[in-house]
């Protein structure tokens, strides 16, 4: 399965508490209305206007 990558388009918080500016990239799993996103390990509930897919070139470099 390819790595699906996305970028958040407002704040999220995610399971931990940690909230995520917008432009944080994420790594998506599922489709549809809601998804799973994930930062750093921490699990973000994410639906389909929170997010944007990027391809891996959009990925700032580390």
Do not use: C, H, N
């Not at 699906?4 to 995520?20: A, E, I, M």
């Not at 549809?32 to 990925?59: C, H, I, M, N, R």
């Amino acid at each position: 399965m390819t790595r699906r990558l996305g970028k958040l388009l407002v704040p999220v918080s995610g399971l931990s508490g940690t909230s995520y500016p917008e432009g944080t990239p994420v790594t998506i799993r599922g489709t549809g209305g809601s998804v799973d996103g994930f930062v750093d390990g921490d699990w973000l509930p994410l639906a389909w206007w929170e997010f944007a897919d990027t391809q891996p070139d959009d990925t700032p470099p580390t």
